[in-house]
């Protein structure tokens, strides 16, 4: 069983940065595959980044926020990180961050496969 608590979220200008934090409880969080999510009032939620368990080795984005966003882990901390940058109007959503067993199969860009789920922090960018 894994709780997470997102945080950071808040109201920034367009390009402007924002760095969200997700605390999760547990002694093995390094075992789980995390990721970012978003949603918009009327949408489904979508897949923003993702990081592979243990040491990270592997990010993967969704292709609207490449070169912007990096998703990043401490497992030391239990804590996944989404730092972003030069930040759009579009970018503005409840982010939620979310976990997986490390065997669990299928696409990562799946929300359905992921069984942990943080309460998410709303993000707003002003243009």
């Known amino acids: 069983q894994v709780q997470l608590v997102e945080s950071g ?14 605390a999760a409880s547990g002694r093995t969080f390094s075992r789980y595959r995390m990721g970012w999510f978003r949603q918009t009032p009327g949408k489904e939620r979508e ?12 990010t993967d984005y969704t ?25 759009k109007p579009e970018d503005t959503a409840v982010y939620y961050c979310a976990a997986r067993d490390a065997v669990t199969s299928g696409s ?6 992921y069984a942990y789920w943080g309460q998410g922090t709303q993000v707003t960018v002003s243009s």
């Open 9 to 22: 979220g808040g109201l920034v200008q367009a390009g402007g940065s924002l760095r969200l934090s997700c």
């Open 47 to 58: 897949f923003v980044a993702g990081i592979s368990p243990n040491g990270g080795s592997r």
């Open 63 to 87: 292709s609207s926020v490449k070169g912007r966003f990096t998703i990043s882990r401490d497992n030391a901390k239990n804590t996944v990180y989404l730092q972003m940058n030069s930040l």
């Open 108 to 113: 990562i860009e799946i929300a359905q496969k």
